[in-house]
């Protein structure tokens, strides 16, 4: 007896552990059918994110597909920025590690600006150099 109370927080860790991954599973297949229609794309816990020509579409991963659905387009876009711990930074000149991570895009026509969340700081700054190019060039 005294086993099978031993085994059977294991047991329910393991179910855990398979609905959680499933979930993921479920969140990834939502997103690869989601992202066919853009030109660039990527995916993460915080956010997606898909451009297709100058026009940038992001919002929350699920299980069915992304909600929370926003499109801005580059051609309204007058700076990007890097934004690290709620400090902002140079694109051309990152910190080597943080712990929230996004990209801001301040609007030229108004005082509004999105920030759009990265898990991963390398990413981050590579989608902010491609879509600095797109915007300059």
Same mark, same amino acid.
């Given at each position: 007896?005294? @086993?099978? +109370?031993?085994?059977?927080?294991? !047991?329910?860790?393991?179910?855990? !552990?398979?609905?959680?991954?499933?979930?993921?599973?479920?969140? +990834?297949? $939502?997103? @690869?059918?989601?992202?066919?229609?853009?030109?660039?794309?990527?995916?993460?816990?915080?956010?997606? !994110?898909?451009?297709?020509?100058?026009?940038?579409?992001?919002?929350?991963?699920?299980?069915?597909?992304? #909600?929370? %659905?926003?499109?801005?387009? &580059?051609?309204? #876009?007058?700076?990007?920025?890097?934004?690290?711990?709620?400090? $902002?930074? =140079?694109?051309?000149?990152?910190?080597?590690?943080?712990?929230?991570?996004? +990209?801001?895009? &301040?609007?030229? =026509?108004? !005082?509004?600006?999105?920030?759009?969340?990265?898990?991963? %700081?390398?990413? $981050? #700054?590579?989608?902010?150099? $491609?879509?600095?190019?797109?915007?300059?060039?």
């Amino acid at each position: 007896m005294e @086993r099978g +109370l031993f085994w059977l927080p294991l !047991l329910a860790l393991f179910i855990w !552990l398979a609905w959680a991954g499933w979930n993921e599973y479920q969140k +990834l297949e $939502a997103y @690869r059918i989601w992202a066919q229609k853009f030109d660039r794309a990527k995916y993460d816990i915080y956010a997606v !994110l898909g451009q297709k020509g100058c026009d940038l579409t992001w919002g929350k991963p699920t299980r069915q597909e992304p #909600v929370n %659905l926003q499109t801005f387009s &580059l051609k309204d #876009v007058g700076d990007i920025r890097l934004i690290v711990d709620d400090r $902002a930074y =140079n694109l051309a000149q990152p910190p080597e590690k943080g712990r929230t991570i996004s +990209l801001e895009f &301040l609007f030229s =026509n108004s !005082l509004n600006s999105v920030r759009i969340p990265f898990t991963q %700081l390398a990413l $981050a #700054v590579q989608w902010g150099n $491609a879509l600095q190019q797109d915007l300059s060039g």
